[in-house]
């Protein structure tokens, strides 16, 4: 019997452990980078010199499965999911680093080998060195998160690979375009979290998507419906499921999505659009017809701002997002509105890149 119960105990932290994400989550200090940005062109180097550490730090891992294992501290790798993510990454790194130096021709590349070689050659400013090693340590830790998830999928499902079209990153979005999203709201109404995050979206005229939890909602709207409908006025809404569970394991996971899909369209008639998508909890979900057989897109994310993370505070969580978005060009931002650092992170964000000809996608274009 005992021996049932550690069992059963190493399980549950095991899938406890793989659902909280690794141990090392990348963040660090961009007041090491001697640059501000500006203007686009600012924009454009930064984002040249991140892709190119990005790109060193990638090239230190070895495509071999024994050395992935220990890497990676794991016992079982899909080394199919890795190779695929890997050569997805490379592609994109190249063509993000041909628009960033678009303007200068000379330090142009014409393939992957080039894009290496470029990456791995010494520094020559000084006033970067320092700068380029704390860059060079976080991705190290970022290329080991992202290496981490596409090493557990398909077996864990997670925003790294997708199943269909019919399923969506941010990686097909133009250049600089950026949606801001947010999960697990609608928060508890005496921390106000959520009406915080959206006051300062409104703010700066920003749209959010709202990633929300059908059974919190419920309970919020059967007490105060107007309240429910003039919080959101001016977002949009999407469906996080009726409960924060793994939508891949539980057998209810088509009852649960289906729920919360009738809940929104009553609750806000006039996002209909939205309302269809999807985001399923930890970025868990089966690879079935369901989705497309009911209009259903699933919405991942391709920027993690990790601001459910203890190890980050809202200052680490600012320079984590915009390194990445220096890094990917694009995508969907994952933000949670129940924590308190998405709505203290967000104006530095929005302010320090501002001048970059940034494009925050309006929901209703979606």
Known sequence: MKKIILIILMIFITNTAIAKGPEK???????????????????????????????KALSEVKLEENFLKKYLILKKIDINSIKKFHNKIEDLMLKNYRISVKKLPEFDVKNTEELYKRA?????????????????????????????LAALFPRITSEILLFSENEIRGDKYKDKQFLLTFDDGPANKSKGNTEKTIAVLKRYNIDGLF????????????????????????????????????????????????????????????NLKSNSYFRPPYGQRKNSPFFKDNKISVMLWNIDSQDWSRKLNPEMIRDRIITLMLLWRKG????????????????????????????WIKCKDL
Do not use: C
Request: hydrophobic share 35%; no cysteine; charged share 30%.
């Open 25 to 55: 989550v990348a963040s660090y200090n961009r007041s090491s980078y001697p640059y501000l940005i500006k203007t686009e062109k600012d924009f454009d180097k930064a984002s040249t010199l991140e892709i190119l550490v990005f790109m």
């Open 120 to 148: 791995n050659k010494p520094v020559v400013n000084k006033a970067l060195l320092d700068w380029h090693n704390k860059s060079l340590r976080f991705h190290r830790r970022y290329v080991y998160e992202q290496f981490r």
């Open 211 to 270: 990633f929300v939890l059908g059974k919190t909602l419920k309970r919020r709207y059967t007490k105060e419906p107007d309240y429910i409908r003039t919080l959101y006025k001016g977002m949009y809404t999407s469906s996080h499921g009726m409960e924060h569970y793994s939508h891949a394991k539980k057998k209810s996971w088509k009852k649960s999505i289906i729920e919360t899909k009738n809940l929104l369209d009553k609750v806000f008639p006039n």
């Open 332 to 359: 969907v931002i994952l933000f949670h509105d129940v924590h308190p650092k998405a709505y203290v992170a967000l104006p530095e964000i929005i302010e320090q890149t501002k001048f970059a000809g940034i494009k």
